[in-house]
């Protein structure tokens, strides 16, 4: 599968909260990392990285948007939902995308390096995942993707 670049056009909301959700992040020291479920048109969970207070390696912004839409939804099926993120989503929260059955999967900058979508384990690719979601890249990419060089830029 490979994911469908999305065309230049305003801001979907939910793309401008994850982004928020990302620079909040980078400001609490996590890495700028936001993600967004929606169910229709209405928000239900907003998340950002947050691995190191505490510490929780799977704390990643899209772990704890569809843990957080789970539990307000009452349902481990997010059926129905999209999921928007500043990040191509790691192997991990490919896995948890799709075991959430989550319908599309929105994403700002790619992650050629420990990204599970486009690159590495292709996830959703495999034979053995039991759902895939529509993917659609680019979508605020450029901003996300400088909220991620100035946060490694600033450590080096």
């Not at 947050?50 to 789970?70: K, Q």
């Not at 994403?107 to 979601?133: I, T």
Request: overall charge neutral; hydrophobic content about 40%.
């Amino acid at each position: 599968m490979t994911a469908r670049s999305s065309p230049r056009w305003p801001l979907p909301q939910p793309m401008a909260l994850a982004l928020q959700a990302a620079r909040k992040a980078g400001e609490a020291g996590e890495v700028p990392v936001g993600a967004v479920v929606v169910k229709g048109h209405e928000v239900i969970a907003v998340a950002g990285n947050a691995t190191r207070s505490p510490p929780d390696p799977t704390g990643h912004a899209e772990m704890r948007a569809i843990r957080m839409a789970s539990q307000k939804l009452g349902d481990d099926r997010l059926t129905g939902c999209d999921l928007y993120v500043t990040l191509e989503p790691c192997a991990m929260c490919a896995g948890a995308i799709a075991h959430a059955r989550l319908a599309r999967l929105y994403y700002g900058a790619s992650d050629p390096k420990g990204g599970g979508v486009e690159h590495g384990s292709r996830v959703f690719e495999q034979e053995q995942c039991l759902h895939r979601p529509e993917v659609y890249s680019g979508l605020g990419e450029e901003e996300a993707a400088e909220l991620l060089r100035a946060f490694f830029r600033e450590r080096r």
